[in-house]
C-alpha cells in the first residue's frame, strides 16, 4: 500500500445519497487516479490528475466527480447519478503521469455497498 | 479494440509446486507490460514491468516473460507458497497518449492449498 491511504475501508450508504472517498498520499506524486473494480471485469479508469487543479475525465467519468486542490489529496464522489455504484475503489499514484516507465502505486481500496 | 486477456481464470496448485499465468494482448502501440499481485480486498502490488526490448524479468520466485512480436507475456511462480494466494493482473501500457493509458486484464485467480 506504500503512502497512499484511502478512507473508509468499508462504506455503506443509501440510494440517492452522494459519498466522497478520500484518497492521500506522502509520496510527493504528481499523478493521482482513480479506478473502480467489479467482479469479472479489469479496472476501469474513473478519473486522473496529472498535477494540482487539473483533472480529466478516465473510461467511465459518469456520476462521478473529483476535486484536486492539494497535491497530495484526490478525493472521490460517487453522486447519485452513478446508475451502478457498489464496487470497489482504488486510488493510485504515479511520480508522473506523463513518463511511462513510472509505476503506479495503489492504496488498499474502499468497498462502497449502496442499498 | 485494445484488450488483454488472462489465462486461466482460476488455478489451484498444491504449495511447493511451480506454475506458470497467461496474458495475450492487443494493446498497440504497446509501450510496457507490468505485472501486479492482488490479494483479497487490497489493492495491487507491482511484481514487474517490461518494455518491447526486454524478455524476460524476475522478482525473487516470480520470473516474467514477454514476446512483444506475439503480443504474449507469461508469468511463472516458482515453489509456490500460500502466500501466492492471490489475484494476478496483467497490465499494459499504451506507448502514446497523455496520462494513463493503462489496459487491465481480469486476472487469473491463484490459489495455493497444503
Known amino acids: 500500500d506504500g503512502g497512499i491511504t484511502q478512507s473508509p475501508k468499508y462504506l455503506f450508504r443509501k440510494e440517492g445519497q452522494n459519498v466522497t472517498l478520500s484518497c492521500e498520499q506522502n509520496?510527493?506524486?504528481?499523478?493521482m487516479y482513480w479506478y473502480r473494480q467489479d467482479p469479472g471485469q479489469g479496472l476501469r479508469l474513473i478519473y486522473y490528475?496529472?498535477?494540482?487543479?487539473?483533472?480529466q475525465k478516465g473510461d467511465i467519468a459518469e456520476g462521478y466527480s473529483v476535486s484536486r486542490e492539494k497535491k497530495e489529496s484526490f478525493p472521490l464522489t460517487v453522486t447519485s447519478a452513478q446508475k451502478n455504484p457498489t464496487a470497489f475503489y482504488l486510488c493510485?499514484?504515479?511520480?508522473?503521469?506523463?513518463?511511462?516507465?513510472?509505476?503506479?502505486?495503489f492504496g488498499p481500496g474502499t468497498r462502497l455497498t449502496v442499498t | 479494440k485494445n484488450q488483454v486477456e488472462q489465462s486461466p481464470q482460476s488455478l489451484i496448485i498444491l504449495e511447493g509446486k511451480n506454475c506458470t499465468l497467461q496474458c495475450n494482448y492487443t494493446v498497440s502501440p504497446f509501450s510496457n507490460l507490468r505485472w501486479y499481485k492482488q490479494d483479497t480486498g487490497r489493492g495491487p502490488v507491482s511484481l514487474t514491468i517490461m518494455t518491447f526490448s526486454e524478455n524476460t524479468k524476475s522478482n525473487g520466485r516470480y520470473t516474467a516473460t514477454l514476446d512483444a512480436d506475439t503480443k504474449q507475456s507469461s508469468l511463472h511462480i516458482t515453489a509456490s507458497q500460500l502466500s501466492d494466494s492471490a489475484s494476478y493482473i496483467c497490465v499494459v501500457r499504451l506507448l502514446t497518449g497523455g496520462g494513463n493509458k493503462l489496459t487491465f486484464g481480469t486476472g487469473t485467480q491463484l490459489k495455493v492449498e497444503l
Open positions: 493510485a499514484s504515479s511520480p508522473s503521469g506523463a513518463d511511462l516507465t513510472y509505476e503506479q502505486y
Open positions: 490528475s496529472q498535477i494540482v487543479n487539473d483533472f
Open positions: 509520496l510527493n506524486h504528481d499523478a
